[in-house]
């Protein structure tokens, strides 16, 4: 036990002397330019009415005791809302991962993921029986080669916005190479709902491809401001993972009390308020950077703009900085992306005010040489 301890503390050790020992902080009264709640809705569905039910837990898995009418419901209103023959509600977005990656492949069967996927993907991938490898970020040349040289069923998986570059993936070019060699795709859009089209509606809907993607990822821990996700696809495909997915057959299913915050998110989804003010901001954010400043951004028109510092010490450094100044904005260091390649992520919000947008602006523009 205490050699265990012993061996542990020393891996702890060994990250604090690179600077990548991770801790938490509590959220504080910082201007959020940090959370993933794009459209503000975790504090807009919090004024929505909550039901009052008999019972809190959802007492079981689906396959047990867990499973409702209410849930089935969501499920046929969530398929209509994304043009998708059925769905099925997973706990989390890192749950959906795990458990349709974990199970679609057999042992002959490729899986091809771009590498710059979310970790949730990667783990999902470990699962699997099948054989994988990676592609060039957004390089459909290099994926093209790769689908080429690979075996079995292929499923190439991508993000429709990357989640700490904040680009898109080149979505019609990767279907037409998935069509041409069969491939079955996969998009996690987790960054893309409520942020990507004119109604928030995802980068598949917004290219009308929907029935060229085999499977779609959405969460609701980010825009929607809830927590939860779902895959959207065939029936068979539901049905499969009813039967094969692990994370979804052995755990509790979801409370009625997320079941409503979903359905309340899609509600707010209707009104496109929030979506048209966080397109304005995005612009605004990226008018009031010098040229000089904005040129180091990857460059992107999502909620999420990356400065790339690379180097640990300089990111932190820099955080710190803008933190004095009032925002809350946190480096991203290695291991959670690639080591070189530390970075602010700064993530515009449609409540950001525009006097918090120009200010930050401001401060960046002073620090940024
Ligand atoms: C691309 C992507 N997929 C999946 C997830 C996991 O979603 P959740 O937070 O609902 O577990 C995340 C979360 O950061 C993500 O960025």
Same mark, same amino acid.
């Given at each position: 036990?205490?050699?265990? $301890?012993?061996?542990?503390? *020393?891996?702890?050790?060994?990250?604090?002397?690179?600077?990548?020992?991770?801790?938490?902080?509590?959220?504080?009264?910082?201007?959020?330019?940090?959370?993933?709640?794009?459209?503000?809705?975790?504090?807009?569905?919090?004024?929505?009415?909550?039901?009052?039910?008999?019972?809190?837990?959802?007492?079981?898995?689906?396959?047990?005791?867990? %499973?409702?009418?209410?849930?089935?419901?969501? +499920?046929?209103?969530?398929?209509?809302?994304?043009? &998708?023959?059925?769905?099925?509600?997973?706990?989390?977005?890192?749950?959906?991962?795990?458990?349709? =990656?974990?199970?679609?492949?057999?042992?002959? @069967?490729?899986?091809?993921?771009?590498?710059?996927?979310?970790?949730?993907?990667?783990?999902?991938?470990?699962?699997? =029986?099948? !054989?994988?490898?990676?592609? %060039?970020?957004? *390089?459909?040349? @290099?994926? $093209?080669? !790769?689908?080429?040289?690979?075996?079995?069923?292929?499923? /190439? /998986?991508?993000?429709?916005?990357?989640?700490?570059?904040?680009?898109?993936?080149?979505?019609?070019?990767?279907?037409?190479?998935?069509?041409?060699?069969?491939?079955?795709?996969?998009?996690?859009?987790?960054?893309?709902?409520?942020? /990507?089209?004119?109604?928030? +509606?995802?980068?598949?809907?917004?290219?009308?491809?929907? *029935?060229?993607?085999?499977?779609?990822?959405?969460?609701?821990?980010?825009?929607?401001?809830?927590?939860?996700?779902? /895959?959207?696809?065939?029936?068979?495909?539901?049905?499969?993972?009813?039967?094969? &997915?692990?994370?979804?057959?052995?755990?509790?299913?979801?409370?009625?009390?997320?079941?409503?915050?979903?359905?309340?998110?899609?509600?707010?989804? !209707?009104?496109?308020?929030?979506?048209?003010? =966080?397109?304005?901001?995005?612009?605004?954010?990226?008018?009031?950077?010098?040229?000089?400043?904005?040129?180091?951004?990857? @460059?992107? %028109?999502?909620?999420?703009?990356?400065?790339?510092?690379?180097?640990?010490?300089? &990111?932190?450094?820099?955080?710190?900085?803008?933190?004095?100044?009032?925002?809350?904005?946190?480096?991203?260091?290695?291991?959670?992306?690639?080591?070189?390649?530390?970075?602010?992520?700064?993530?515009?919000?449609?409540?950001?005010?525009?006097? +918090?947008?120009?200010?930050?602006?401001?401060?960046?523009? $002073? %620090?940024?040489?």
């Amino acid at each position: 036990m205490e050699k265990l $301890e012993q061996a542990l503390q *020393d891996k702890l050790d060994q990250r604090k002397e690179v600077s990548s020992y991770r801790s938490m902080v509590v959220n504080t009264d910082l201007v959020d330019f940090c959370s993933n709640d794009y459209l503000g809705y975790a504090r807009l569905l919090a004024e929505y009415p909550i039901n009052k039910y008999n019972r809190v837990g959802a007492t079981g898995s689906r396959l047990i005791s867990g %499973n409702s009418l209410k849930i089935e419901k969501l +499920e046929s209103e969530i398929a209509q809302f994304h043009n &998708a023959e059925s769905a099925l509600l997973f706990n989390s977005g890192f749950d959906a991962n795990l458990g349709i =990656l974990g199970c679609i492949a057999s042992r002959h @069967d490729t899986i091809i993921y771009d590498e710059l996927s979310h970790a949730s993907i990667r783990d999902g991938i470990k699962l699997s =029986l099948g !054989k994988s490898f990676s592609f %060039n970020h957004n *390089d459909v040349k @290099d994926l $093209e080669l !790769k689908i080429q040289r690979a075996s079995g069923q292929v499923i /190439v /998986v991508v993000e429709s916005v990357y989640s700490m570059d904040g680009d898109c993936c080149p979505l019609t070019e990767i279907v037409e190479v998935c069509q041409k060699y069969n491939a079955a795709l996969m998009v996690d859009e987790a960054h893309g709902l409520g942020t /990507v089209g004119a109604n928030g +509606e995802g980068l598949v809907v917004h290219h009308k491809l929907e *029935d060229k993607v085999f499977a779609r990822i959405y969460t609701y821990g980010k825009s929607m401001g809830g927590h939860g996700a779902v /895959v959207v696809g065939s029936s068979v495909l539901k049905n499969y993972l009813i039967n094969y &997915a692990r994370s979804f057959i052995y755990t509790t299913a979801m409370p009625f009390h997320t079941v409503d915050v979903i359905r309340n998110a899609y509600e707010l989804l !209707k009104n496109r308020k929030a979506i048209n003010q =966080l397109k304005s901001n995005i612009q605004l954010f990226k008018r009031h950077l010098y040229q000089s400043v904005s040129s180091k951004f990857i @460059d992107s %028109n999502t909620p999420i703009q990356s400065l790339v510092i690379g180097n640990t010490a300089q &990111a932190i450094e820099l955080a710190k900085k803008i933190q004095e100044a009032d925002f809350f904005i946190k480096a991203i260091l290695a291991p959670t992306v690639p080591k070189g390649e530390e970075r602010l992520r700064i993530c515009i919000h449609a409540f950001n005010t525009e006097v +918090e947008i120009k200010r930050l602006c401001a401060v960046l523009n $002073e %620090n940024i040489k």
